[in-house]
């Protein structure tokens, strides 16, 4: 991705950008969640280089794409950032979402405004998400999978979640991507649906039994 990221952090664990001395730190900037029981609530984001929620035209097409499957659900968010996806899932009726994010700071961002929401539903792994799905699994039925543009990240993982047994038998996997790349994904899932924005291609596949 040659953007900045729109939902996730790429930076590595537990570095801050450097400030120059005297130069005041900005505010942090704001997650707007758009549906559900947490509608129109707003939490703070940290400000971190390529760290900004997903936009929310995005959110509301994803989530207007998933309509009422949400309700009861397991839900995994690899590379976590904001966490606006997964905390969206939660406000329309997950069960359960795993957040998964490597930079210790912007994972602790999410466990605060998980706390702020009284979200318990939510639990947050500081961790990389390769060696999250490494793992002992245990399978949810839908993944957000929105990896750092240009890194190569994309086919392993889709690959990690079929092989290790993450996905349930119809579970749904939404993957965001660089427009330029056109990800090869395990033969059983089919191609649900597709949305272009900016410099990424959104699309939501549905798994099948093998």
């Keep these: ?3 900045q990221r729109s939902s996730r952090s ?25 549906g559900g029981d947490y509608r129109r609530r707003q939490l703070p984001v940290l400000d971190r280089p390529g760290l900004r929620p997903t936009p929310d035209r995005v959110r509301e097409t994803l989530f207007n794409w998933l309509g009422q499957a949400l309700y009861g659900q397991r839900v995994l968010d690899l590379f ?9 899932a939660l406000s329309r009726g997950a069960a359960q979402v795993d957040f998964v994010e490597r930079d210790s700071s912007v994972a602790a961002y999410i466990t605060q405004n998980l706390a702020t929401l009284g979200a ?19 399978p949810y039925d839908l993944v957000f999978l929105d990896p750092p543009f240009h890194q190569a990240l994309a086919e392993p993982c889709c690959n990690a979640l ?43 596949y549905r798994r099948q039994t093998p």
């Design 1 to 3: 991705m040659t953007r």
């Design 162 to 204: 079929e092989a290790k047994g993450w996905l349930a038998p119809d579970a749904m996997i939404y993957l965001e991507t660089e427009r330029s790349l056109t990800p090869r994904v395990p033969a059983n899932w089919q191609l649900h649906r597709e949305t272009q924005a900016g410099e990424s291609t959104a699309r939501l």
């Design 120 to 138: 318990a539903r939510g639990q947050v792994a500081p961790r990389d998400a390769l060696a999250f799905l490494e793992q002992g699994a245990s």
């Design 80 to 88: 976590a950032g904001t966490g606006a996806l997964g905390i969206e």
């Design 10 to 34: 790429s930076s590595r664990p537990g570095t801050r950008p450097t400030a120059a001395r005297g130069t005041p730190a900005k505010p942090p900037g704001k997650l707007r969640i758009i």
